[in-house]
């Protein structure tokens, strides 16, 4: 049994075919899949569908991306629906410096305002940190102790691993683990304590190498486990079964 914990099977990518995804998900064990929000409108696809089926959930958010979108009347309706009790996260909220799509001020700003949000609700976060470790590490580093969450899709350093682990968060492994240039990142999740990780496919983003190329969904997640697993030197259905436990802890499935 495995956990997707991130994906975006509410885009308009899975429109023809989201039965489908979703019976080759089951086939391959992926018995939970987390559906990430990007904006609001996403976020409110995200909630529906999780209500539609067994073993879906949702997180609602603002992307940094989306950063100037989020204004009170915005972070309301993320407040109100994060009542449904399909919603486990606030996400995914953070940095992306890479392509700088909302002013950086205006990032950190909608990224602390969710962050806030979920110490109020008293829910995990999914961090989205690209080329901005510095400032996600301190903005994270003022809410010890008073908030859990992922960096999801992490590809970072062991070192970096470690400090967000002594923030509280978990480390998410994607597809990106599975390429044969990326030797951080092989150390990173080699070396990461087994308690700490998660799984996702960021679907429909960032297939494992062998399905390189092609759209990605949570049927493909077996290759992530089985690198992380080889890397680690452990049995794939061990790996299974601890990113599991670590899903359902932090995200309390109901
Ligand atoms: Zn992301
Ligand atoms: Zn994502």
Request: glycine share 6%; net charge negative.
């Amino acid at each position: 049994m495995l956990a997707d914990t991130h994906a975006h099977l509410q885009w308009t990518s899975f429109d023809r075919d989201r039965e489908k995804v979703l019976v080759r998900a089951r086939e391959a064990y992926v018995d939970y899949i987390v559906n990430i929000g990007f904006d609001l409108n996403d976020s409110i696809k995200g909630v529906k569908l999780a209500e539609q089926h067994e073993g879906l959930y949702a997180t609602v958010g603002i992307h940094p991306h989306n950063a100037v979108q989020l204004d009170q009347n915005v972070l309301n309706k993320l407040r109100e629906l994060s009542e449904n009790p399909e919603v486990v996260a606030i996400g995914e909220i953070g940095l992306d410096y890479y392509r700088d799509l909302s002013p950086r001020e205006a990032q950190k700003k909608a990224f602390e305002a969710q962050l806030l949000l979920a110490k109020e609700l008293d829910l995990p976060v999914v961090i989205h940190d690209r080329e901005a470790h510095g400032d996600v590490l301190e903005i994270i580093s003022r809410f010890r102790g008073k908030i859990e969450g992922i960096m999801h899709c992490f590809s970072g350093s062991k070192e970096m691993a470690e400090q967000c682990i002594r923030s509280g968060f978990l480390v998410s492994f994607a597809g990106n683990v599975t390429y044969p240039n990326a030797h951080k990142l092989h150390e990173t999740a080699k070396w990461t304590d087994l308690k700490k990780i998660l799984l996702e496919t960021d679907s429909p983003w960032l297939a494992p190498q062998d399905m390189r190329g092609k759209r990605n969904e949570p049927s493909f997640l077996p290759l992530t486990a089985k690198k992380i697993a080889s890397l680690k030197g452990i049995r794939p259905d061990e790996l299974a079964a601890a990113t599991t436990k670590n899903a359902e802890a932090i995200f309390k499935f109901k």
